[in-house]
């Protein structure tokens, strides 16, 4: 007798906890049926049909579900999570942002395999729009975009809807991996200067003041001195206008009065200057006279005594 055993090699466990298989790939607009599935669009989580799904429960695979996709024939590669299996059988519904990453045409072919990835706790983002610095708080912004979306993966350029305007933004970096796992993590943000961004010219604070020397007297005629006398306009009780326009006397230079510039003024710095006058010292006699001394003040009386005779 003769016995044969086909398996003398078995498979390895954890090849048979994997799930790989191919699919046609379409974008969400051309997914079938009367409900409006835009919901995909805004987060990183594909359709699959429900063959992935009956396959997946009987495979030994950890939860939540991640899945590493890619084209084989641009070499390229991302990572996603599943949203639902109700697509049809051999094709698979993607967001349209994704299908630009992998660089997937309707109909075409893309490897999809199951993976698992460690939680993320650090990611940056760099915005490809200056527009994206007008959001008022860009943090929570994008916190609450990341709830729809499963993992990261670095060099992608994800895509979030915020105020009916879509912005892109590309991973820079993820940490501990290349790519991560989003789910229930506690993540820091940072965020890159954006694509095209430039800096505001800053103008020098250092302006150059003209010296003493260099004041023209003639510009101080314009400045505001006060009050002038006979400078105002009178009306004549007649309408007319003659002889009413007011004829000021000429300002001498010498009487306009400058201030006394502050030499030790320094940026930030608000200095009070106050015009008071020293007191004099008053003298050991002048303090003896001043101290108070109890019941050594005088009375009045209404009625005045008479002198007697």
């Avoid at 650090?122 to 943090?139: A, E, G, H, R, W």
């Avoid at 009916?164 to 989003?182: C, F, G, H, N, Q």
């Avoid at 003659?242 to 001498?252: L, R, T, W």
Wanted: one cysteine or more; a negative charge; proline letters at 7%.
């Amino acid at each position: 007798m003769f016995s044969f055993n086909m398996f003398d090699h078995p498979i390895p466990r954890a090849f048979q906890n994997r799930f790989s298989t191919q699919y046609r790939c379409y974008s969400v607009s051309m997914l079938a049926g009367p409900n409006d599935r835009s919901d995909v669009e805004k987060g990183g989580k594909i359709i699959m049909p429900p063959s992935a799904l009956d396959q997946l429960s009987r495979l030994n695979i950890t939860y939540p579900m991640l899945f590493k996709l890619t084209n084989k024939n641009s070499d390229r590669m991302t990572h996603c999570g599943v949203l639902e299996f109700v697509a049809d059988e051999g094709i698979c519904y993607l967001p349209h942002w994704m299908m630009q990453n992998l660089l997937l045409e309707e109909g075409g072919l893309v490897q999809v395999e199951s993976v698992n990835l460690m939680v993320a706790t650090y990611s940056k983002f760099q915005p490809q729009s200056p527009d994206f610095l007008d959001i008022t708080n860009p943090k929570a912004v994008l916190e609450n975009a990341l709830r729809n979306f499963a993992c990261l993966t670095t060099g992608d350029v994800i895509a979030i809807n915020y105020n009916e305007k879509i912005y892109e933004l590309r991973v820079m970096e993820t940490k501990p991996d290349k790519a991560v796992s989003i789910i229930e993590c506690d993540m820091n943000v940072d965020f890159d200067a954006p694509l095209g961004y430039k800096e505001p010219e800053r103008r020098s604070q250092h302006h150059e003041e003209p010296t003493e020397e260099e004041g023209d007297t003639s510009s101080y005629a314009e400045m505001d001195v006060g009050f002038r006398a006979f400078t105002g306009s009178g009306n004549r009780l007649d309408g007319k206008k003659k002889g009413i326009e007011p004829s000021p006397a000429p300002i001498d230079p010498s009487d306009i009065k400058r201030g006394i510039p502050n030499y030790d003024y320094k940026i930030g710095r608000i200095t009070f200057i106050r015009n008071s006058r020293p007191q004099p010292k008053k003298t050991d006699d002048e303090d003896a006279m001043s101290r108070f001394i109890a019941f050594s003040g005088e009375g009045q009386s209404l009625r005045k005594k008479g002198r007697k005779p």
